[in-house]
């Protein structure tokens, strides 16, 4: 099976032999890469006991819970890089889980997927009526997506909770890497790299 760009990408910013903990890791497909590629020690976190167990087939570490109860466990800068892969618009409190990122961690990795694409803005244009898209593949009644965000939510974000963004890529739906410009109009879905500023200053 070939490797999700974006798992590339996001394995691409984790350091060799570095401490990893994956919220809301699914089957722990990227968890193990980590492990097995980058010789990271890791743990996975997720709440959806199937993919807990396709995670201990995998022998990838895991945690069966909720993210947030999870960090609680850990002490303050217990991992090098804490990954959170298309997870954090499913959260009921996604600033409260990327604080606790950051505190557990030293650099937070974030992916979520853009609801200012294009072809969302077109289909409600269009059709008036919540968009389904091959990011957003959800009907309105069954969508897991409780906060749905934009690149530029994503960047008044990290700016107001004083968040330093060491790195940006952006992907098409197809999964090819746009230029920043386009991010907002043409991705697809967005990955961050922020580490605690604490200045709050605009960059």
């Not at 350091?15 to 590629?37: F, K, M, R, S, W």
């Not at 945690?63 to 997870?87: I, K, N, P, W």
Request: glycine share 8%; with cysteine; net charge negative.
């Amino acid at each position: 099976m070939p490797v999700r760009l974006d798992y590339q990408m996001i394995e691409s910013y984790v350091p060799d032999g570095a401490a990893v903990l994956d919220l809301g890791c699914g089957d722990g497909t990227l968890l193990e890469q980590l492990i097995e590629e980058k010789h990271c020690s890791g743990l996975g976190v997720d709440k959806d006991l199937a993919q807990v167990h396709r995670c201990i087939a995998r022998g990838v570490p895991v945690y069966h819970g909720d993210m947030l109860e999870a960090m609680e466990m850990f002490e303050e800068g217990r991992f090098d890089c804490v990954v959170l892969s298309q997870t954090l618009q499913q959260t009921p409190e996604p600033a409260r889980v990327v604080r606790e990122m950051l505190r557990v961690g030293r650099r937070a990795i974030i992916s979520f997927p853009n609801f200012a694409h294009w072809r969302v803005r077109f289909q409600f244009l269009l059709n008036g009526r919540m968009p389904v898209t091959t990011t957003l593949p959800y009907t309105w009644y069954d969508t897991p997506n409780i906060h749905l965000l934009t690149v530029k939510d994503f960047l008044v974000f990290c700016r107001e909770q004083g968040l330093r963004v060491i790195d940006t890529i952006y992907l098409s739906p197809a999964f090819r890497v746009l230029p920043g410009f386009l991010a907002n109009l043409a991705a697809g879905m967005a990955i961050f790299v922020v580490e605690n500023d604490g200045r709050g200053e605009e960059r």
